[in-house]
């Protein structure tokens, strides 16, 4: 049995300077060289992603398991690599050992006296609860999705390419695995776009506005978040403040037609102007003028777009914007059931704070243009705007929906 492994990567504010410097000095906690330089590498490669909270988390995850697995079930380094190590390592990751799987997501690390220890509760897999059975989770029951695998494939690959450009390799393994499908199920059909309906929509937002009426100091807010999320497709990522930038009032903006545009820097640290609708304008107004601001923003407004509720300056955690969506979530979910809802309150469980962008993007792409459609959504290409076209899957369904199976005598 491999031993129950401690984290060893921290967030990205914890983590050394490994390009100033060297292996042992990044890793005086390592006993052996090649685990020090191994670890070294990680940190350079991770660096790079350091402008982005969730490509960083996504893959510090991946360089974290194959570290994991290398030092404590292979005994190996990244320099001794091949091609069949991936192959049994993704074999390793589809069906981990139990006592490498958690049922909750915490903190790899705690500050305990000036020191940052590894949390003991941390695995490198996790097996949530079922949000939409409200299970909690079980080790037993541990199944990475078809897009984890396939995510798996695409960093480790990337990670080993940047090995081979720092010269601390000769070739990337991953790329020398030929049957990927040994891990990854080709489909011919398109995954559906997640997203909640109109009816689902129209119970979220009255939850919103009635939590908004009897706290406006605190619930105003929230429900200038749900119409940020749904009517302008805004990433959670896109409503907080990391060391990329700061959303604030000023990025509203007016061109010289007066037409009011929204500036965000998104995905990929790719800025881009999203089209202002009368009724986000609408929305807009509520919400400042709640706050105590005039109706509308002055060119170079630094007021923080979303601000604290308790002490000063913006947002800086997703985590508290999908509580208070949920928070939403939940309360039309009760709401639908006390209706008598039950199949539409069930689906409302399954929903999270993304499917408020991916509703938004689908309800526009059947009166808008595409292309409007794809710049205000900041696709890089119009196949990803044309997955939220779901014209086709109805006129395919309602041209089979009354084929006859018994043909009458």
């Keep these: 049995m491999t031993a129950t492994p ?8 914890h983590l050394a300077d490994a390009f100033r410097l060297s292996p042992k000095e990044v890793a005086p906690h390592i006993a052996k060289l090649e685990q020090q330089e191994d670890y070294y590498f990680a940190l350079r490669y991770l660096t790079s992603y350091r402008g982005s909270t969730a490509t960083f988390n996504a893959y510090r995850r991946e360089v974290e398991r194959i570290l994991q697995w290398l030092w404590l079930v292979q005994g190996a380094s990244l320099k001794h690599v091949r091609r069949e190590d991936i192959e049994q390592f993704m074999e390793f990751c589809i069906s981990p050992p139990k006592h490498w799987i ?44 078809q897009k984890a695998i396939q995510s798996s494939f695409a960093i480790l690959s990337s990670f080993f390419n940047f090995l081979i450009q720092e010269e601390f390799i000769s070739a990337n393994p991953v790329a020398l695995v030929r049957q990927k499908s040994r891990f990854i199920q080709s489909s011919q059909n398109q995954p559906p776009v997640r997203r909640i309906s109109n009816y689902q929509w129209d119970e979220v937002i009255r939850v919103a506005q009635v939590l908004a009426s009897k706290n406006p100091e605190q619930h105003e807010r929230t429900l200038f978040i749900l119409n940020c ?33 929204f500036h965000v820097v998104g995905k990929g640290n790719k800025s881009r102007i999203i089209t202002v609708s009368n009724g986000m304008l609408e929305a807009l107004q509520r919400y400042r003028l709640s706050l105590g601001l005039q109706a509308l923003p002055f060119p170079g407004e630094t007021t923080p777009l979303i601000p604290k ?9 997703t985590r508290q914007i999908r509580n208070l969506v949920q928070m939403c979530f ?7 059931v006390a209706l008598g809802q039950a199949d539409e309150a069930t689906e409302l469980k399954a929903a999270t704070v993304h499917w408020l962008r991916h509703t938004g993007i689908s309800e526009d792409v059947k009166i808008r243009p595409r292309e409007h459609v794809k710049e205000d959504a900041g696709h890089t290409s119009m196949a990803t705007t044309d997955k939220y076209i779901d014209s086709e899957l109805r006129e395919r369904h309602a041209s089979a929906i009354h084929k006859k199976i018994v043909r009458s005598p």
């Design 6 to 13: 401690l984290a060893i990567l921290d967030n990205i504010d």
């Design 102 to 145: 958690g049922t909750k997501n915490v903190a790899r690390f705690k500050s305990q006296q000036g020191l940052r220890l590894a949390n003991p509760e941390w695995r490198p897999f996790v097996c949530p609860s079922n949000k939409a059975l409200g299970t909690k989770g079980l080790v037993s029951e541990y199944c990475p999705s």
């Design 229 to 261: 999320l749904l009517g302008m497709y805004l990433r959670i990522s896109e409503l907080v403040s990391d060391e990329r930038s700061t959303p604030v009032m000023g990025d509203f903006r007016t061109d010289q037609d007066r037409n009011w545009w």
């Design 309 to 317: 509720i308790h002490g000063h300056g913006p947002v800086t955690s």
């Design 330 to 336: 939940d309360g039309a979910y009760a709401n639908l």
